[in-house]
């Protein structure tokens, strides 16, 4: 599929851009355990993020090797929040998240994600019996923008997506206002359910997130092949899986993609993390 082109940005930003992505076919996103006593009290923290190269022969279903984990980290991302917006509206809060050079605070600005106050994907009905359950939310949904530190858009955007079969988590990358993408796991039932395999665990320890063209077609491969492009949860160590809500993503790129898309799909994979990871994290923990 030949995707949309993209539009000038300036030089400045093209040439961060460029030298943040341009070198790296995946990424590996690992959220740190920041806030996690805090977050245990009941109050979601701001979220804060390291960004590694990485290789898609290091991953193994739901785990990458230990070299992969130890990579230094080429970017840094923290969230800028108002804590109002954290305690009442977390799933749905408005955020900007500052990505910069390096494996800490201090590096020179790369870019930021916008995203607005939205409301969740999902809200939480209580039943008469004292259970509960999701009911969808298909009006105002999460989005995300990729912003210059100028404050220039960069011409692309991520989207929560709601359709028929709202139970399958479903995300839109567009540029300059056209699709490129539906970024969605594998599914059953005639798309009504997330396919799962037992044995793999594929669906229940972990679900990667495959790019599809227009005709719904896998972008770059087929289901099952790390090689494939996709945004995979992968498991983050002992520690931090028991003790936070921090989670770790692999993200594998189209092939060809050009910086400002490895851009726009790093935003997207911080969208899937906050809209189905953290939204349903929140929720289990209320």
């Known amino acids: 599929m030949e995707a949309p082109k993209q539009m000038d940005i ?21 959220q740190t355990m920041r806030g996690c ?3 245990r009290l009941g109050c979601d923290a701001k979220s ?5 190269p ?21 970017l840094y991302a923290t969230e800028e929040s108002s804590c109002c917006c954290r305690v009442c509206n977390p799933a749905g809060r408005n955020f900007q998240l500052q990505i910069s050079e390096g494996g800490g605070p201090g590096g020179e600005k790369v870019l930021y994600y916008d995203k607005p106050l939205t409301c969740p994907a999902f809200i939480v009905v209580q039943s008469e019996n004292g259970g509960s359950m999701d ?14 530190p100028q404050g220039q858009a960069l011409n692309s955007q991520s989207l929560y997506h709601c359709d028929a079969h709202c139970f399958v988590p ?3 990358y567009h540029e300059n206002g056209q699709q490129v993408y539906m970024v ?10 997330v396919a799962c395999d037992c044995c793999s665990g594929k669906g229940l320890v972990y679900i990667p997130f495959y790019f599809h063209g227009e ?3 896998v972008i770059g491969g087929q289901y099952n092949d790390p090689n494939t492009p996709q945004i995979r949860k992968v498991w983050a160590g002992l520690m931090k899986e028991c003790c936070s809500t921090a989670d770790t993503f692999a993200v594998v790129f189209p092939q060809g993609s050009s910086a400002e898309r490895k851009a726009g799909l790093l935003g997207l994979t911080f969208l899937i993390d906050f809209v189905y990871f953290e939204g349903h994290q929140s929720k289990s923990q209320t």
């Open 37 to 39: 006593l805090q977050e």
């Open 170 to 172: 479903k995300f839109t």
């Open 135 to 148: 009911c969808p939310c298909c009006c105002c949904l999460p989005n995300l923008t990729p912003m210059s």
């Open 184 to 193: 969605k796991p594998e599914t059953c039932c005639g798309g009504c359910c």
């Open 54 to 74: 990485f290789s898609a022969d290091q991953m193994d279903g739901y785990r990458v090797s230990d070299m992969a984990m130890s990579v230094p980290d080429v």
């Open 48 to 52: 804060e993020y390291k960004v590694a």
């Open 215 to 217: 005709k719904d077609e």
């Open 10 to 30: 300036d030089m400045g930003s093209e040439s961060k851009l460029e030298a943040a992505f341009g070198p790296h076919e995946a990424l590996l996103v690992k």
